[in-house]
């Protein structure tokens, strides 16, 4: 069972620019949630995907915006980057259900905007 | 306002001494309650959860950590520190009725001295 994987793992853009951002989660698992961790904070809730449809969004203007494709594996894209956008971005896969079921998490990537 | 404080940002303790990680929210009703370890360059993998019953719970890595309603806290800890505990370490709550969506705290710090 391979875990949850992230692409790329460093990233460099300039302000203004695009990024998407790739995670393929867990096997058997059909929800991906994103994270935005800035440099010494916790990580924040952008949006969960769930079965291809977007299941709930945080605090994040529209120009955060995510995919999850057939096979639940997901992309956050992010337009007009600002340089508040420089963070760790953490993908996490579960299997929702009415039970809990634990997130994993995957690397991360590091975006830098300069 | 729903929140998730933790108190000590920055926490230095010697090898073979005992570590307590404070954690306190703010929420309605009684949230599930989480803590993660995140090591340089890594995801976060989770120590141990909180949902009902015993209110001590044991995790991984001989972590336990205490709920206690009247004081809305969820405190770590853990007897005797190895060097490679040093890590940064995250409270984190969720809502069923959110789907487990993660609120996290801004982490503590832990440096092991030798």
């Known amino acids: ?114 | 306002a729903q929140s998730v404080t933790q108190p000590d940002i920055h926490i230095t303790v010697s090898e073979g001494a005992s570590l307590e990680l404070r954690c306190n929210y703010s929420y309605g009703a009684t949230p599930y309650l989480f803590w993660y370890v995140q090591s340089p360059g890594q995801g976060l993998q989770l120590l141990l959860k909180y949902f009902s019953g015993d209110t001590l719970v044991q995790g991984i890595k001989g972590f336990e950590a205490e709920f206690k309603r009247s004081q809305s806290s969820f405190n770590l800890r853990k007897p005797s520190v190895h060097w490679s505990d040093a890590a940064e370490y995250f409270c984190a709550v969720g809502l069923r009725s959110n789907d487990y969506k993660l609120s996290f705290g801004a982490g503590t710090t832990v440096t092991v001295r030798a």
């Open chain 1, 1 to 114: 069972e391979t875990g949850v994987t992230q692409s790329p793992t460093h990233l460099i853009k300039t302000r203004g620019q695009q990024v998407t951002l790739r995670c393929s989660s867990q096997s058997g698992h059909n929800t991906v949630s994103w994270y935005q961790q800035a440099l010494g904070q916790g990580p924040q809730f952008i949006f969960q995907y769930y079965r291809e449809e977007e299941n709930g969004r945080g605090n994040f203007p529209p120009r955060f915006s995510g995919l999850q494709f057939p096979n639940y594996s997901s992309e956050l894209n992010v337009n007009a980057l600002e340089l508040d956008d420089s963070a760790l971005y953490l993908c996490a896969s579960s299997l929702l259900r009415d039970s809990y079921n634990e997130q994993f998490f995957g690397p991360g990537t590091r975006l830098t905007v300069l």
